[in-house]
């Protein structure tokens, strides 16, 4: 089974940025579209950014972290830079594959928190 590691969340204060990384046991495996989800207390996972692979990536967003958040890759890694960093915003956050289909055993996750 792929493990799939989350890092580089921590505490931010509002306005305030961090950024994310995400590897695989399994470079292969970060090939596939890949996507950073997260999940606040008592919440659904939510999808917050995709990214596809090849040359010419496409990216998308979820409308509330558009213009704050930027999904980023390379051959091994998947990056999220989280710039003014909101309240809201505090969850785990995980990394996988866009499609379910393909999706392996979730990771620990990374935690952001964001406050004051």
């Known amino acids: 089974q792929v493990q799939l590691v989350e890092s580089g969340g921590g505490l931010a204060q509002p306005g305030g940025s961090l950024t994310l990384s995400c590897t695989a046991s399994d470079i292969r495996y970060v090939a596939n579209t890949m996507a950073w989800f997260r999940q606040a207390p008592e919440r659904q996972r939510e999808l917050v950014a995709s990214?596809?692979?090849?040359?010419?990536?496409r990216t998308n967003y979820a409308d509330s972290v558009k213009g704050r958040f930027t999904i980023s890759r390379d051959k091994k890694m998947v990056y999220l830079q989280m710039t003014n960093l909101q309240v809201e915003d505090t969850a785990i956050y995980y990394c996988?594959?866009?499609?379910?289909?393909?999706?392996?055993?979730w990771g620990q996750g990374t935690q952001v928190s964001v406050a004051s």
């Open positions: 996988n594959t866009l499609d379910a289909r393909l999706r392996g055993d």
């Open positions: 990214i596809t692979s090849g040359p010419r990536t």
